[in-house]
């Protein structure tokens, strides 16, 4: 099992999430944050001053899912959010040890 967390324009979340439906995916958690990267930050105009925003705001989606899943997945993200400009986002695949469904108890895959 892999987790994926995905970090995007917070614009892109109804539309990755329905592109993910399209393949099966229906699992998963959402996070607004706020982050700097390479972006760093944008100049906002409030009541005629100009400020420097250095966080940005994102969205964090977590997925866990079977291994054969990953690829498919990662595809499916890059084609549905990149925009080709910086700050399009990341995603980062880490190894889940175990899963356990706690309703049922069962683990693994089996609880996914």
Known sequence: MKKLEIIVRPGMLELLRDELS???????????I??????????EVYRGS????DFVPKI???IV?????????????????RTGQVGDGKIFVFD??????I?????GVDAL
């Open 103 to 107: 309703r049922t108890g069962e683990r």
């Open 50 to 53: 100009a400020l420097q925003v």
């Open 34 to 43: 706020h982050g700097y990267g390479r972006q760093k930050g944008h100049t």
């Open 65 to 81: 899912l079977h291994d054969e899943q990953i690829e498919e997945v990662i595809n499916t993200v890059v084609a549905t959010t």
């Open 22 to 32: 399209r393949h099966n995916i229906h699992g998963l958690n959402y996070t607004e």
């Open 60 to 62: 964090k989606l977590e």
């Open 96 to 101: 889940v040890v175990d899963c356990v469904r």
